[in-house]
């Protein structure tokens, strides 16, 4: 019996998100960046992986969320860590932000027909502070002054970073901290390609925090929402 091959496409799903806080300004200390994931690799409706780390560091204070193709995007991840290595041997000086998210940028423009990659690059430098920049599927590089989220579950809390995303002060450290666990515990709940646990990044001027919350604490927070009225 002869069984014919049929190219079916995978969905891929995920939730990715990157928020700044700070004064915001030129190499402003008090600023930095908060980069966050949730941790389910599926390939259409088989769960691959239950605690994948979708944050991956690209340099010392540079980090990058990573959506769509596992593959694809750690490839690009490994080239961009390699490019940034040889540019601070040649320039002998670090890498900024922009510049390692113009590499990343780079490599998804060039080969956009072929790959499935979709992700944000943050973290600190001298130069200016904390900064966040999307680069969707396609390649193009969408710098940001709030925030950037991204995968399969982003589609589920646009409303809700739209309304409590400050826009009239700078989020603090924790108020960045808290906006994020809780947009992509959002995710988690109602999109079925997101899900596991929550990880999480915080950079600023004092180095790179690593966070990681259970997903059991998505119940936690259920229960605090208030009661609506009967």
């Not at 540079?62 to 490994?78: F, K, L, N, P, Y």
Request: aromatic letters at 8%; one cysteine or more.
């Amino acid at each position: 019996m002869a069984y014919t091959q049929v190219n079916i496409p995978v969905s891929l799903g995920t939730t990715i998100m990157a928020c700044k806080f700070g004064g915001g300004g030129d190499g402003d200390s008090a600023s930095g960046v908060v980069l966050c994931a949730d941790s389910r690799t599926s390939t259409g409706a088989y769960i691959a992986n239950k605690v994948a780390d979708k944050i991956s560091q690209l340099a010392e204070d540079i980090w990058i969320c990573r959506s769509g193709s596992a593959a694809d995007t750690q490839a690009v991840t490994e080239y961009v860590r390699n490019g940034i290595r040889q540019h601070c041997s040649m320039q002998q000086r670090p890498c900024t932000v922009f510049t390692a998210a113009q590499l990343c940028q780079q490599i998804a423009y060039n080969n956009k027909s072929r790959l499935s990659a979709g992700m944000i690059v943050a973290g600190y430098d001298s130069e200016k502070g904390g900064s966040v920049y999307g680069i969707p599927l396609g390649g193009t590089l969408a710098p940001t002054e709030s925030y950037a989220i991204g995968g399969s579950g982003s589609t589920y809390i646009y409303a809700y970073c739209e309304k409590f995303f400050p826009t009239d002060a700078p989020l603090t450290r924790e108020g960045a901290i808290e906006f994020c666990r809780k947009a992509v515990m959002l995710a988690t709940m109602r999109d079925g390609s997101s899900g596991g646990c929550v990880r999480m990044m915080i950079v600023d001027s004092a180095g790179s925090e690593k966070r990681f919350y259970r997903g059991n604490e998505r119940d936690a927070y259920e229960e605090s929402r208030p009661a609506t009225n009967q």
